[in-house]
């Protein structure tokens, strides 16, 4: 089993910044993967980014490369989302998610992740 739990959240304006943390328990932190995903109101759950749990691999949805970063603290059990340059669009709940699976590349399909955060909402406004 794994408990993530995310903050970090808020109200920014466009061109801003924000980081999110999510802080996991339970399971070694180091076996699984973590992911970051978002869902506007309306719209399906979208991948994000990602980390292997090794650290090994990185990746980003094309809306967020070069704006978004992602970072593990294996000691601390937790991952970081650095938020850049945001956007309106940018404005969803963001979740933290856990990929036991020990693969060597990110996987992006929102059913590869087996345990998920609360979430925490990030409002940009224009």
């Known amino acids: 089993q794994v408990q993530l739990v995310e903050s970090g959240g808020g109200l920014v304006q466009a061109g801003g910044s924000l980081r999110l943390s999510c802080v996991a328990s339970?399971?070694?932190?180091?076996?699984?993967?973590m992911g970051w995903f978002r869902q506007a109101p309306g719209k399906e759950r979208e991948f994000v980014t990602g980390v292997t749990w090794n650290g090994g691999a990185i990746d980003y949805a094309d809306s967020v490369k070069g704006r978004f970063t992602i970072a593990r603290d294996n000691a601390k059990s937790m991952v970081y989302l650095q938020m850049t340059s945001l956007k309106p669009e940018d404005t969803a709940a963001y979740y933290c998610?856990?990929?036991?699976?020990?693969?060597?590349?990110?996987?992006?399909?929102?059913?590869?992740?087996?345990?998920w955060g609360q979430g925490t909402q990030v409002t940009v406004s224009s």
């Open positions: 339970g399971r070694p932190f180091s076996t699984y993967a």
């Open positions: 998610a856990a990929d036991t699976g020990r693969m060597s590349r990110v996987r992006k399909w929102s059913g590869s992740y087996e345990y």
